[in-house]
């Protein structure tokens, strides 16, 4: 069965600082989805990224940043220099293709709170 | 690109009435739906799979009796919580797919219908 987990349940950093968001994610399927979604105070889930499981490649995109690797099946997100915009629940997420028809599996999520 | 609306964001009704929550793709075809519930502080929870013209799919546990869905078109789908209970007091959040994009596996989120039920 895929399953998600994001051990930090709370981040608090200050801004300015870097700050890494963990993610471990179990599956039997060769071809599956991570995604990593924002949700702000206002409750709507934004989009950050997908990556797909023949693609390793790390990923940068502004302040953010994203490092998967097969190896220890973990899809880490980091934020450089946060602000405190950033600061809102980030979950992430893994769609099987082969067994479960798509269907997202949520990770608890990490509050992060970025002080100024 | 991708935006899902959720109508209405929040409502209070009383305990025994239903409600029902529209869940709309604005500029992309949707063949697949889906309606999360998430509680406070915790993770979003899938309840059910809606696919355009046939019977939605319902996780174990959710009543199809109670939380009833219709997709009636490639850009609609409606979550309607029949007689409501105090414990159905949630945050109900929907999602859809996009079925001629580019990331046709992607999920994109409406922005939630917070629903308490007195």
């Known amino acids: 069965a895929q399953k998600v987990t994001q051990a930090q349940t709370e981040i608090s950093v200050v801004e300015k600082e870097d700050v890494t968001l963990d993610c471990v994610y179990e599956t039997r399927d060769t071809t599956y989805y991570l995604f990593w979604y924002k949700q702000p105070p206002s409750g709507e889930l934004v989009f950050l990224i997908r990556?797909?499981?023949?693609?390793?490649q790390n990923e940068i995109s502004g302040r953010y940043s994203w490092n998967f690797q097969k190896s220890t099946s973990s899809f880490n997100f980091t934020i450089t220099a946060s602000q405190v915009v950033d600061s809102a629940v980030y979950f992430c997420?893994?769609?099987?293709?082969?067994?479960?028809?798509?269907?997202?599996?949520f990770g608890e999520g990490t509050q992060l709170t970025v002080n100024p | 690109g991708a935006v899902v609306s959720q109508h209405p964001s929040w409502v209070i009704c009383k305990s025994g009435t239903s409600v029902k929550i529209e869940c709309r793709s604005l500029?992309?075809?949707?063949?697949?739906m889906f309606w999360y519930r998430q509680f406070p502080k915790q993770s979003l929870m899938l309840m059910a799979t809606?696919?355009?013209?046939?019977?939605?799919?319902?996780e174990q546990g959710v009543e199809k009796d109670k939380f009833l869905i219709n997709h009636a078109s490639l850009t609609l789908s409606t979550l309607t919580v029949t007689s409501a209970h105090p414990e159905d007091s949630s945050f109900y959040i929907c999602?859809?797919?996009?079925?001629?994009?580019?990331?046709?596996?992607?999920?994109?989120f409406g922005p939630g219908t917070r629903l308490t039920v007195l």
């Open positions: 990556r797909n499981s023949f693609d390793e």
């Open positions: 809606s696919n355009e013209g046939s019977k939605a799919t319902y």
């Open positions: 500029d992309f075809q949707a063949t697949t």
């Open positions: 997420a893994l769609s099987e293709e082969e067994t479960s028809g798509s269907r997202l599996t």
């Open positions: 999602s859809a797919r996009d079925a001629l994009g580019h990331h046709t596996d992607t999920q994109y």
